[in-house]
């Protein structure tokens, strides 16, 4: 059982926004330590990163695409929905209890 | 061009060991921190372990700890993950993932291979 939650679903029309949340604890997003989120279009593949330290988006990744962290949540924020966002998405940061990495359960998203 | 690519994958019976492989491409393994993340089948990521850019710091998840071993070889530039005392529910798919940011608790995952599954299996 991951000590990341996450909503197991969310789901919205194309252009709408969706945000979908990451809720941790203060050994780990509570901290200074970044939150990360990636994006899985198929399990069993690859996934992608999303967004790193938080807000920062790598080279590539639409600016349709946010984080944002505040105390012991975060958030990836998705405006302009697209059917190709369909796909499941983990938040992920370290925890200083575990002395290790930990992922969010998974969002599936759904584009209606 | 940075690539990962994972092998060694298969269905081995408990108890038994496995070794996987990451070749890499493009880039230096000894020059990264090296990550191994896995997912059973239907359900999320869950976090393996990782070797630090210099070879000598490595940490692992609670649920690999003493049984899982990451190691690299610099000549052929390739990341290894021996499994030992396997269980049924190391079954998974096993990625290897490149990371960048300060080591460890500032990482995160910018390059993946497309993984390699592992069946545990009597």
């Known amino acids: 059982q991951s000590v990341l939650t996450q909503p197991p679903s969310v789901s919205g029309a194309p252009g709408q926004r969706v945000i979908i949340s990451c809720t941790g604890s203060?050994?780990?997003?509570?901290?200074?330590?970044?939150v990360q989120w990636y994006q899985q279009q198929f399990p069993g593949t690859a996934p992608k990163l999303l967004i790193y330290t938080n807000n920062n988006r790598p080279s590539g990744v639409p600016d349709r695409f946010s984080g944002s962290k505040s105390g012991t949540s975060a958030s990836l924020a998705i405006t302009g929905l697209q059917a190709e966002d369909e796909a499941d998405y983990y938040c992920q940061s370290y925890d200083s209890s575990l002395s290790g990495l930990l992922f969010g359960g998974g969002t599936k998203l759904t584009v209606l | 061009q940075v690539q990962l690519v994972e092998s060694g994958g298969g269905v081995v019976q408990p108890g038994r060991s496995l070794r996987l492989s990451c070749a890499a491409s493009?880039?230096?393994?000894?020059?990264?921190?090296m990550h191994w993340v896995r997912q059973p089948p239907g359900k999320g990521l869950e976090w393996v372990g990782v070797i630090a850019y210099n070879g000598h710091e490595k940490y692992y998840g609670d649920s690999v700890k003493g049984r899982f071993t990451i190691s690299r070889d610099n000549s052929n530039n390739t990341l290894y993950l021996q499994m030992n005392s396997l269980r049924f529910e190391d079954t998974a798919v096993y990625y290897c993932?490149?990371?960048?940011?300060?080591?460890?608790?500032?990482?995160?995952?910018?390059?993946w291979g497309r993984g390699t599954l592992v069946t545990v299996s009597s």
């Open positions: 203060s050994s780990n997003i509570g901290t200074d330590y970044g």
């Open positions: 493009g880039f230096t393994v000894s020059t990264h921190s």
């Open positions: 993932a490149r990371a960048l940011g300060p080591f460890l608790a500032g990482e995160y995952f910018n390059f």
